[in-house]
DNA sequence: GCTGCTCGTTGGTCAGCCCAACGGAATAGA
DNA sequence: TCTATTCCGTTGGGCTGACCAACGAGCAGC
């Protein structure tokens, strides 16, 4: 039951990764993103729902907290009055960092048992899969 | 970032198997049950859970749903007043077939894209992480 | 100008996982 | 035997991630 193994290892690597990032007061949500934002620069939220593939109506409330946290800051798109422009800020950044630092510490913990190699071998094969289903699903 | 790939690849899982068991009114828990209880017999409602990973207060919810669908049947233990003993029906067993049945072909279009010797390869990796984790975690 | 689309937002639903607490029952130890 | 501990089922919460429907405001094409 190879999905099983699936689901299985990856609620372990949610698991850990989640308790990491509550231990740094943070979601899945936030880490995803602070990333985007790092890697693309500024956006409108509909964008960067597109882009992380979370829910418009999820990128609100996460956004929210961003915003809260000081991590994001929103603004009104002059040149669009329906878009909000969301930018990192530089504390958002240090937190970014931190975050990532955490997930791949996270990662090696998971990734623990596997000799570098068979760690490429597993992301070649997920890549695999993943691949195939994103060009099914398109967008 | 491996990690990412793993929990996108398991979402890709969980989601195809997900709209399975929804299409057969089902959810994971009762497939989990089902087939932990047709692979070891009638258990108490402790074990089922520590067998099948689920918390033992969702186990009293799913074999309440299971039990309302008469695929399972729910009786006190004659020998220990503190447990209850389930026990799959012929009905049950028809509908853990049928789940199976549904997994599997889930399963063929989730790993698709790979062949025979790169399933096993992932699933070797695979189950590598896990039995590392849970030889740590043991119980 | 009208139509159709996008965008942000609100307010829900659902699955899966987890935790705390309680009473009743069994078991182990003194 | 009596007591303390453990186990079991159950209730009632909580959290994360994913998703959907609807609405008003704004934009773009015709």
Redesign the interface.
């Known amino acids: 039951?190879?999905?099983w193994?699936?689901?299985?290892?990856?609620?372990?690597?949610?698991r850990i990764?989640g308790e990491t990032f509550a231990a740094a007061n943070a979601r899945g949500y936030h880490y995803r993103l602070l990333a985007t934002l790092a890697e693309y620069g500024p956006a409108s939220q509909a964008s960067l729902g597109r882009r992380t593939g979370i829910d418009r109506s999820d990128v609100v409330a996460a956004i929210n907290e961003l915003a809260d946290l000081g991590y994001v800051v929103r603004s009104p798109d002059p040149d669009d009055g329906r878009r909000n422009i969301i930018t990192l800020t530089a504390t958002g950044e240090v937190q970014r960092e931190r975050l990532e630092t955490l997930?791949r510490a996270?990662?090696d913990e998971?990734?623990?048992?596997?000799s570098p190699s068979?760690?490429g071998?597993?992301?070649a094969?997920?890549?695999?899969?993943?691949?195939?289903?994103q060009g099914l699903a398109d967008r």
Chains 1, 2 share one sequence.
């Open positions: 039951m190879p999905s193994l699936l689901t299985q290892s990856a609620m372990h690597a949610q990764i997930v996270a990662q998971l990734f623990a048992p596997l068979e760690r071998q597993l992301a094969l997920l890549a695999k899969v993943l691949s195939h289903h």
